[in-house]
């Protein structure tokens, strides 16, 4: 009896340190902040999303410009990505948040008095979406180079990446269900307007962040050497580069279904701003799970296998709910895609973060923004086109496909990644040194 008490004991103490483990990066005093502000804040960032797409369709009820509006958020942070990445590595990153989280406070209250005053137009739309583009093109890069900084021991980083994805994925979950309720109750402008307020709180977590000032090193060479040099570091590792090749495609083709849900809410699946609301809260609880899965993990390694293997879940999620006309099918369509969106995205940044040189890290970041955020402008104009074309299901049903092949191209890489991986992997005791070889003794 005690025996079976003991090994009860023994079963409690494991599952308890394990999911303290789980949770390792949050005894960072400057990530608990960061998480407490970004929780709050994201919420509203995914209502302005889900409104901004429902206001557009309310306005127009085209696909096409659904699409526009889209490209026109989205192409500043392709076209000023890399010299917002020269910009982080150079100057101290979290003044680059702060300045980036207030200039997006005001453009989310200037979309909400312009909505709650009915003078909003597609104009006014597509012309505040572009400035949030510039704001996400240094904000993006920004966000993910101060990562290290808010977890003082390297080997958390990968945890506080897998949390972070963790808190946008529960804010995707929770943003979306309650903009459609608001937008159902009032208008799309109080999302706006909640989104503005929300700001405040990572502003403030920021402030009361300990970070040593004057970060950044300063550098002789020009802001064009700069960016030359981060585009040859990314270009010359195969493991970087080849990750952030599969990304653009699944951004070009696999993600700019978001764009379309407005059509799929109404014209496929016959619903309203609840249907909209209910298909993206399905997506986050997909991407929540599989974020959450990767916050259990202890190690880094057997990420680059999984990187494929989602591609393939998400290509799957998308084929199935292209072909979908019900409801109760095509939500849990959603949550498979969400899983194999998030699990790929998280499993590529962590390893990126992992195998990135310190001085490097904004300018490859602000690459990672690209092929993660750059790609999707051009996504979103061929998928509004393609909607027009032949169709929203039919084109979902394409980009799935897209994903399938994408996948197999990568596990075709995988061998020649690994090679290029292990020696930064032995560097850093993520896995043991290879034993030297004979000849290697006889000159040692």
């Known amino acids: 009896m005690s025996q079976t008490s003991n090994v009860s004991h023994s079963q409690t103490h494991t599952g308890a340190r394990d999911f303290s483990h ?59 990505a890399p010299l917002a990445g020269v910009v982080v590595d150079r100057i101290d990153r979290r003044k680059v948040l702060l300045w980036t989280q207030a200039l997006a406070m005001i453009q989310s209250l200037v979309l909400a008095g312009l909505t709650l005053t009915h003078r909003i137009t597609i104009t006014q739309v597509l012309v505040l979406s572009a400035f949030q583009g510039v704001i996400n093109a240094f904000d993006m890069p920004g966000r993910q180079s101060f990562m290290v900084k808010m977890v003082e021991d390297r080997t958390d980083l990968s945890n506080a990446i897998a949390i972070n994805s963790s808190m ?38 920021l402030l009361m962040m300990r970070v040593p ?49 407005p059509i799929f809410a ?25 974020a959450l899965s990767l ?27 292209g072909l979908s006309r019900w409801f109760w099918f095509s939500m849990p369509m959603m949550l498979i895609t969400g899983f194999g969106m998030m699990q790929g995205l998280t499993s590529s940044n962590t390893i990126v973060q992992t195998l990135v040189e310190e001085k490097m890290r904004g ?16 996504g979103s104009l061929l998928a509004g086109a393609m909607a027009n074309a032949i169709g929203a299901p039919h084109t979902v ?48």
């Open 266 to 290: 109404a014209q496929v699946l016959h619903g309203g701003p609840h249907t909209l609301g209910f298909l993206m809260a399905a997506v986050g609880v997909g991407s929540l799970a599989s």
């Open 168 to 205: 946008v994925n529960m804010a995707r979950l929770v943003g979306p269900a309650l903009a459609g309720l608001l937008i159902a109750a009032t208008s799309e402008g109080w999302c706006f307007f909640v989104d503005g307020v929300s700001f405040i709180a990572v502003i403030i977590s």
């Open 22 to 80: 789980a949770w390792r990066a949050l005894r960072h005093r400057n990530f608990r902040l960061f998480f407490g502000g970004q929780s709050i804040s994201l919420i509203g960032t995914w209502m302005t999303r889900v409104a901004t797409s429902w206001l557009v369709y309310r306005l127009t009820g085209s696909a096409w410009l659904l699409g526009t509006v889209g490209f026109a958020g989205q192409i500043p942070t392709f076209l000023l």
């Open 363 to 378: 300018r490859v970041m602000s690459y990672y923004t690209m092929a993660f955020v750059g790609m999707a402008p051009f």
């Open 397 to 444: 049903i394409v980009s799935g496909v897209a994903c399938f092949a994408g996948a197999a191209w990568f596990w075709s890489q995988l061998p020649a990644i690994r090679r290029e991986m292990r020696p930064v992997y032995e560097r850093l005791g993520i896995i043991p040194q290879a034993p030297l070889t004979l000849e290697e003794n006889a000159k040692g």
């Open 295 to 321: 916050v259990a993990r202890r190690s880094v390694r057997g990420l680059t296998r999984m990187i494929p293997v989602s591609a393939v879940a998400f290509g799957v999620g998308l084929i199935a709910f």
């Open 213 to 261: 000032s004057g970060e950044a090193e300063h550098e002789r060479a020009t802001m064009f050497v700069q960016m030359r040099e981060g585009w040859t570091y990314v270009a010359g590792f195969l493991p970087i580069r080849n990750i952030l090749l599969l990304f653009a495609l699944l951004s070009l083709m696999g993600w700019p279904f978001m764009v379309l849900m």
